[in-house]
Each structure stands twice: as C-alpha cells, then as structure tokens.
C-alpha cells in the first residue's frame, strides 16, 4: 500500500469517526435535553435495607448493584423492553437520529445481549412506599 493511500484511508477512517461522534452527540442532545427541562422532585427516595444504610451513613455514598444479584432479574429485560416501546412511540415524527436510536435499542433490548452483559443499578423514586 503506497503512502498516498495510507494517508487517505486514515483520513476516510477519521472521517467516519468524526461523523459518528457527531451523530452520537446530536442523538444524546435530543434525548438529554427534554429531560434536562423537567423540575426535579422536592425529595427523593432510595430503598434499602439496613446493611445498605449502614454503608451508606458510613461512607456518605450510593453503590450500584448488579442486577443478577437482585430478586427478580428479569425485570431488566421487561424494562429494557417498556422503554423500548416507550421510545418508539416517541420517536414517531421526530428527528431521524431519534428515530434510528429508537430502532436500535429495540432490536438491543430483543436480541438477548441482555443475558451476557454486566448491569449494574441504584433505584430511586420520587414517590413515598413505591418500591
């Protein structure tokens, strides 16, 4: 491979890598920014037991759990799959970086990647005695 054509297929890959960044930061800005409009809740409530309060009163922090460790793991792929449906019904007449996101997750939420990846989660509630 000659010089010339080791310079243009970095150039092309950096050009790809460009066009994606910017893809991903346009698809975030539609996602985030909704959010980022909503009045946070007065209090927010995070249940645990009392070896969890104890870590927490002792270490002044919140650890994530996996989420095999918990009582019913198949609620991560019922919830993948509402917020999936969620999505797609949000996406319909929205920017097409939406709508290609909204198609992804998806099909990531059926395709069982969810079975061999670690997920880790810290739940909280807005609501008193929902857990």
């Known amino acids: ?3 010339s054509t080791t310079t243009n297929v970095s150039a092309n890959i950096q050009n790809l ?11 975030s800005k539609n996602l985030i920014d909704p959010l980022s409009m909503l009045k946070p809740p007065p209090v ?9 309060l104890r ?14 460790g918990l009582n019913d793991p198949s609620e ?3 919830g993948m799959q ?10 319909v007449g929205g920017p097409a ?14 395709s069982g990647v969810l ?7 810290a739940c909280f509630s807005s609501l008193v005695d929902r857990i």
Do not use: P
Not at 17 to 27: D, E, F, G, L
Not at 115 to 121: E, G, H, I, P
């Open 115 to 121: 079975d061999t990846a670690s997920y880790f989660v």
């Open 17 to 27: 890598v460009n066009t994606s960044v910017a893809q991903m930061q346009s698809i």
């Open 97 to 110: 970086e939406l709508i290609g996101f909204a198609n992804l997750f998806g099909g990531f939420a059926d």
């Open 76 to 78: 991560l792929r019922h």
């Open 1 to 3: 491979m000659s010089r």
């Open 55 to 68: 870590g927490i009163l002792e270490t002044g922090s919140l650890r994530f759990a996996d989420i095999f």
């Open 82 to 91: 509402h917020a999936a449906k969620m999505l797609a019904k949000a996406s």
């Open 44 to 52: 927010i409530y995070h249940y645990t037991d009392a070896d969890g």
